[in-house]
């Protein structure tokens, strides 16, 4: 399989005394979907506005498709839906997809992007007029236009609701089958776990795969049982001395890896309510990752 | 990349964004001729008529070449309009010459609405000299549009239309534009030579032979000097945006 994007030491920083990137090293595969999760002010956008040329790193090298991120090569064959302000306000939804149509040698048919991001409803609306759903259909569809192998998506999903999200999810994974490379920037686990093939996480200005990194190894495969109960903590903290034991108000959560000697002293020793057991999800490891990191 | 449908589709969409934009359109083209009927026609004597009719079409005229470059570039810019077409293969010319459409149709229906006034001022101008003065102040809107650019790109959207306003009202003050150049102290009237404005002002007051009476290739050597210059500031903030 090919790489669409390589990313070699790269560093950047907007003061030198703050690197945002450290030596930052990252493959993309072709045909994937890949996400890159990480918190507010990781360099998560920095990171895609040097992918697409739009940010020179301080040092090291960016090939996308084999080319310079900001040659005409890459322009043609890179679309991006990035996080906008706006669009001029009076322009039609088909004025826009006409005018960034023509600026493509091989443009997609318009009735094919209309259908893929689903713009019927609302393609003689201006731009002024559209809600926050519409505006991000727009957005991925301008991205999409000029039928591109690499699609970055950052954040593609504010502002919609639970419907909208479902049908770009399907566009993405539509994309996905005719062997497009997307990235996606997203701050909603469930999207990154259901969409991406291949889960990054950007942290301390370096890219790793989620699944590469060793605390998140250790706390993905847990069971979390969750109960109410009115003793005080520190009766359950006693009888379970050896347990990652949180409590908040009288719901008690707890983390492990052996869910039933827990489960069997809970039933048969305490008064315990509401008892629920399930694996831990994506998001709750990713944020007991970060929320261990920051402390 | 540049091709004829595009650029003609670019034009369409930046003429769309400016005329279904009423709240704009309406006061940047009332507004000159407003000042033109006051200023330019209840204060002139017979024998001015002419004079301030050629000076107030400039003033016009360039009026929708500052703004719509410099109010709405900074707008463009800001809000991520700018950035899309940065990140498409289409060349920047094709997004800057559309603007310059833009720009020339609203100049010349400012044209209009001021040269309907001028029918019921005393304006005696033959058909050839008012196109020739109207063809002047079109390509002097030119250094205009890149005088707005620069600003559009240097000045938050919410400074842009105060800055505007800042470079419009003074330029065309100082070039002679509002009173005759020769009202002025001498110092003034040599500054008005920095000025693009004022060069475009003696061209076309060449027509009727209202100029200063320096030679034609004087102003427009300075003038095409001058636009070059801002094409280079242009073209080096526009890179950097």
Known sequence: MNSAIDLSNINFGYRDSNPLLAGLNLTLQQGQVHAILGQNGAGKTTLINIMLGRIKPTSGQVRVLGHPPDSLFCRQRVGAMMQLGGLPLHIKVREFIELFSSYHQHPTPLDDIISLCQLEGFLQQTFDTLSGGQKQRLFMAIAMVGDPDIIFLDEPSVGMDVESRQQLWQAILALKQQNKTVLLTTHYLHEAETLADELLVLREGKCTNLTDIPELANIYPRAQIKFTCDLPEVTLLDALPMVNLSVEGNKFTILTNEPNPILQRLLTQFDVHNLQVAPMSLEEAYLSLMNNGNA | ?241
């Not at chain 2, 083209?29 to 001015?48: E, K, N, Q, T």
Request: glycine share 4%; with cysteine.
């Open chain 2, 1 to 241: 990349m540049m091709n004829t449908t595009s650029f003609l589709l670019e034009s369409k969409v930046e003429l769309l964004s400016i005329f279904r934009s009423k709240g704009f359109v309406i006061p940047a083209s009332v507004f000159p001729c407003l000042f033109y009927l006051f200023f330019g026609i209840m204060f002139s004597h017979d024998d001015s008529h002419n004079y301030m009719f050629i000076n107030y079409l400039i003033f016009g005229m360039i009026s929708p070449a500052l703004f719509s470059f410099g109010v709405n570039v900074a707008i463009e810019k800001q809000n991520g309009w700018l950035v899309l077409k940065q990140l498409s293969p289409v060349s920047a010319y094709q997004y800057l010459f559309a603007k310059c459409v833009s720009a020339s149709v609203f100049s010349l229906i400012v044209a209009c609405l001021m040269s309907m006034l001028a029918l019921f001022s005393g304006v005696s101008l033959a058909l050839e000299q008012f196109l020739i003065i109207v063809l002047i102040a079109l390509l002097g809107t030119f250094p205009l549009c890149l005088l707005g650019l620069v600003i559009g790109l240097c000045v938050s959207a919410k400074a842009a239309p105060a800055v505007v306003n800042l470079v419009y009202l003074p330029l065309s003050l100082l070039s002679g534009l509002w009173l005759p150049i020769t009202l002025f102290p001498e110092p003034m009237q040599w500054f008005a030579w920095l000025l693009p404005t004022f060069h475009i002002s003696q061209l076309a007051l060449g027509v009727i032979d209202a100029a200063l009476g320096f030679a034609i290739y004087y102003h427009l050597s300075i003038f095409t000097l001058q636009t070059c210059l801002l094409c280079f500031f242009a073209h080096t903030k526009f890179k950097q945006a």
